[in-house]
């Protein structure tokens, strides 16, 4: 079992900036995605950002060139540096872990835990 333990989430100004940390514990194997979505209210839940074990990354159009996603996998940790928030940023932020049992990721088998979300809010 792995649990997902969020912090950073809160209130700043349009054009500030946020950090997110999520620490998972609990065995997660070398094939591993580490990721963040976020819901907004009415809306779905959507992909932010994710890296790999290996540290390839992937981002939303929406975030490219103002969030940056990273990981410290002697922690088990990944983090989301966002910056140049926007008020459409508003969300309840999730961190996701998909552990592949493979060498493959997402490959069958593999396991997918959530956080708690945390609340971010952009004020105009």
């Known amino acids: 079992q792995v649990q997902l333990v969020e912090s950073g989430g809160g209130l700043v100004q349009d054009g500030g900036s946020l950090r997110l940390s999520c620490a998972a514990s609990g065995s997660l194997s070398s094939v591993n995605v580490m990721g963040w979505y976020r819901q907004a209210p009415g809306k779905q839940r959507e992909l932010v950002a994710s890296?790999?074990?290996?540290?390839?990354?992937n981002y939303a159009d929406s975030v490219k060139g103002r969030f940056t996603i990273s990981r410290d996998n002697a922690k088990n940790t990944v983090y989301l540096q966002m910056n140049s928030l926007k008020p459409e940023d508003t969300a309840v932020y999730y961190c996701?872990?998909?552990?592949?049992?493979?060498?493959?990721?997402?490959?069958?088998?593999?396991?997918?835990?959530w956080g708690q979300g945390t609340q971010v809010t952009v004020s105009s």
């Open positions: 890296i790999t074990s290996g540290g390839s990354t």
């Open positions: 996701n872990v998909n552990i592949a049992p493979g060498a493959i990721y997402y490959g069958p088998g593999s396991r997918e835990y």
